[in-house]
């Protein structure tokens, strides 16, 4: 994701945001006081109440005020008068009226009720339209800011990236290069007869260079990038969100040729389902970029680039032709494209001789280009802080520990007990896929917590590959529960600790069962189109619940699995948990003598 397009505001809009809020927040509690008091005194008689009091005998006076909608009631044997809001004042002076000579004393005043005493209750009539003309106000203002903080944007609209910068894609770039060269002689194209994409789509997880390409192509090409992110449109009001998307296109429109970039489409662009709420706003939002992306031609060259890591949420209306018609997705870098983004991001910087790009590159498998970038800048951090005069081979190892597991927090208090948990969890998950024949080996085992972690077990990255099988997915589980299993067999108790691993764990078998088609009861089937429970439903009415319990089988198998491996080795499962109490870490070597391989 791309954090460069952050919008400076003015200190002075950011003080009249806060004032507003302080205004509307101020006006609400009023409001809510108000409305308090009023079901306070609602509360003191119904009107069916008092009919019945009244035929029963119970009432002993009824005093009221001429033009007054409420009437003062006193009840026999009861301390307090209570008042009684009257739907309909004629006809209940009439009613009472009848009744004076059966022992109900009335009451009807004819003083007006003075315009003073009723300011109060005029301001309160006012309150509603106040608030909502200050929300309104509120709207607009931020609205504005928006816009002014685009403007900002525009005078920094030609980026200087290119395809040089972008490591490794060749294929992505290749694809891409025609919509450079057609940015560049549109005319050409058009004169020719030749079509243009007007959208790409480009899926790929976070970091993986989607805004740098997008960048990259506005770069070569020498046009404007203007661009705007989904996630802006969460949580806005009503309405605002289109407003944003035709300011948006309005501007591209003066600006053409230009690029537009919707990074995180998907919060705009999810399938439209209902018709009512927040849906209802990314609809009217979605629904504008559509009819946006029809209004212009091809002749205006303006090139629409969107990335979204979560394809199958996004509305189909939105791929539709004319519109998001090519795909592309930017996978993880290969180790080929690791190393070269990893010679990208150390221009500049110092690295011992014994370093080579290519092994960092293959202790990195799996790692997005943003990670690479982290890891190295991270990597000179520590070796400043060392003072080291180059980058260190060991820099880098806690740059890679740092940037995938956390920063190790030595300072952090904890308690014994704590400790022998995680150092049990954590022998659990190691010796447990010491024995999976799929599981990639042990690189460290470490019961220092590292950011949210209380301690960490690292594998070995395994070399790149593009199939996953079952029998893998199936150990990674028993992996992954390794943990839990070990703390329940030695420690006769489970603990919170496990909650990471149990959530990955449950994503992984739901993948399997609902994506991959592993599992014999579902059938191969995807059922990742099923946007709906009535989409769903075609698979059957029990289809949810089949899904579930083979999700939970899969999990439990998994889980006494994990418990079967410990409980033939806590000989080593104790061994290991004191080695790490009194070690704190277990590296590789160490680790491999527990099980006498070298
Ligand atoms: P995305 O938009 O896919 O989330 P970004 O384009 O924002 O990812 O990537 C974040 C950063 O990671 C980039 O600014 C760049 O420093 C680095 N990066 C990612 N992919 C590459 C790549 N292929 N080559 C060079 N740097 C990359
Ligand atoms: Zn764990």
Not at 149 to 169: I, M, N, P, Q
Request: charged share 30%; hydrophobic share 40%; with cysteine.
């Amino acid at each position: 994701m791309s954090k460069d397009n952050k919008k400076p505001k003015n200190i002075f809009d950011k003080i009249f945001v806060i004032i507003a809020s302080i205004c509307v927040l101020l006006a609400i509690v009023i409001m809510a006081l108000v409305i308090n008091g009023k079901n306070a005194e609602n509360k003191d008689l119904a009107y069916t109440d008092l009919i019945k009091q009244i035929s029963d005998g119970n009432v002993e006076k009824i005093e009221m005020t001429v033009g007054s909608t409420t009437a003062k009631v006193k009840i026999k044997d009861e301390e307090e008068e209570k008042k009684v809001i009257l739907p309909n004042t004629q006809a209940f002076i009439e009613l009472i009226q009848d009744k004076v000579g059966e022992g109900i004393e009335f009451d009807l005043n004819q003083k007006q009720q003075s315009a003073l005493t009723r300011i109060p209750e005029i301001l309160i009539s006012f309150l509603p339209t106040a608030i909502m003309l200050a929300l309104f106000i509120m709207i607009y203002k931020m609205q504005g800011l928006g816009e002014k903080g685009k403007v900002y944007e525009e005078t920094e609209r030609k980026t200087k990236v290119t395809f040089d910068d972008v490591a490794g894609l060749e294929e992505e770039k290749e694809e891409l290069i025609e919509i450079v060269d057609f940015l560049k002689k549109p005319e050409k194209f058009n004169e020719m007869g030749a079509k243009i994409p007007k959208g790409v789509l480009l899926y790929g997880k976070p970091g993986t260079g989607k805004t740098l390409i997008a960048k990259a192509i506005a770069g070569e090409a020498n046009v404007p990038f203007i661009s705007m992110s989904g996630s802006e449109f969460i949580e806005m009001f009503a309405g605002l969100g289109a407003s944003r998307v035709r300011k948006l296109f309005e501007k591209a429109r003066k600006l053409a040729p230009c690029i537009v970039f919707i990074d995180e489409i998907d919060a705009i662009g999810s399938r439209r389902t209902s018709n009512s709420g927040a849906e209802s706003e990314n609809n009217q939002t979605l629904n504008q970029l559509l009819v946006e992306m029809d209004g212009f031609s091809t002749e205006e060259t303006i090139i629409i680039l969107a990335a979204t890591n979560r394809p199958e949420m996004l509305d189909k209306a939105l791929l539709r032709p004319g519109r998001f018609d090519r795909q592309i997705t930017v996978p993880a870098p290969d180790l080929r494209g690791r190393e070269e983004i990893l010679k990208i991001h150390s221009k500049g910087k110092k690295f011992a001789d014994n370093i080579s790009m290519k092994s960092i590159a293959e202790d990195t498998a799996g790692f997005t280009g943003a990670e690479l970038a982290n890891i190295l800048n991270e990597a000179t951090i520590i070796a400043t802080r060392k003072e080291h005069d180059k980058v260190e081979q060991d820099d880098i190892e806690e740059a890679v520990k740092k940037v995938t597991v956390g920063l190790e927090k030595h300072s952090r208090v904890i308690s014994e007990k704590d400790k022998k948990l995680t150092a049990y969890h954590e022998a659990g998950h190691a010796i447990v896929s010491q024995y999976l024949p799929t599981q990639t080996a042990v690189k460290e085992v470490s019961i220092i917590p590292r950011g949210l972690a209380g301690g960490y077990t690292m594998y070995k990255t395994n070399e790149d590959k593009f199939y996953v099988s079952k029998t893998e997915m199936e150990e990674k589980l028993i992996a992954l529960l390794g943990g839990r299993a070990a703390e329940k067999l030695a420690l006769d108790d489970i603990s919170t600790g496990a909650s990471n691993d149990i959530e990955v764990a449950t994503q992984v078998a739901r993948d399997m069962v609902t994506i991959y088609g592993m599992s014999d009861k579902i059938g191969p089937i995807s059922l990742k189109d099923t946007g709906s429970l009535y989409d769903l439903k075609i698979f059957g009415e029990n289809i949810e619940d089949a899904i579930g319990e083979e999700v939970r089988k899969l999990i439990n198998t998994a889980y006494l699995d994990a418990q079967t491996i410990l409980r033939q080795n806590m000989d080593k499962l104790h061994e290991i948990a004191k080695v790490l109490l009194e070690k704190e870490k277990i590296n590789e070597e160490e680790f491999k003598k527990f099980f006498n391989i070298n």
